[in-house]
């Protein structure tokens, strides 16, 4: 597996997916208890999770579900999404939106995973206070 397209963003370790122009995607591994970003929505980019392994808590629009393996969630525009791993095993998913773009994000944000501490240092105050300053230019908007 090429090493180079695998970062830790926000304690998640992110695989990038090469696509076509069309849209984006990334496969995401979430540690126990590691939260999602903290709720937001996309104006313009459809966006789903697609579980693989282990289960996810994803919530939409304020209401929780819990997400095994097999599961599907469609996220429209203006919808205000989070997740959390709240199990003692990973969960890995897929998350794909349409168009593409939002994979910068991913990019500008991660720690390369052969960084040492690439975890810690992808949850450290200063990437996060750098996230929550610059999300609306990838298109992430917090919810109030």
Request: proline fraction near 7%.
């Amino acid at each position: 597996m090429d090493t180079n397209n695998l970062l830790w963003v926000l304690g998640h370790k992110i695989r990038l997916l090469d696509t076509d122009e069309s849209y984006g995607m990334v496969e995401i591994t979430s540690p126990p208890h590691v939260p999602g970003p903290p709720p937001h929505f996309h104006k313009s980019e459809n966006e789903f999770f697609f579980i693989i392994q282990g289960t996810l808590d994803v919530m939409s629009n304020g209401e929780w579900q819990k997400c095994s393996a097999g599961s599907f969630v469609e996220l429209p525009p203006n919808t205000t999404h989070t997740f959390i791993n709240n199990t003692e095993q990973e969960a890995v998913w897929v998350t794909g939106w349409r168009p593409k773009g939002f994979e910068r994000f991913f990019r500008d944000f991660g720690i390369p995973l052969q960084e040492s501490l690439a975890q810690d240092k992808s949850v450290a105050d200063e990437v996060v206070q750098n996230v929550l300053k610059n999300v609306e230019h990838y298109g992430m908007y917090l919810a109030d």
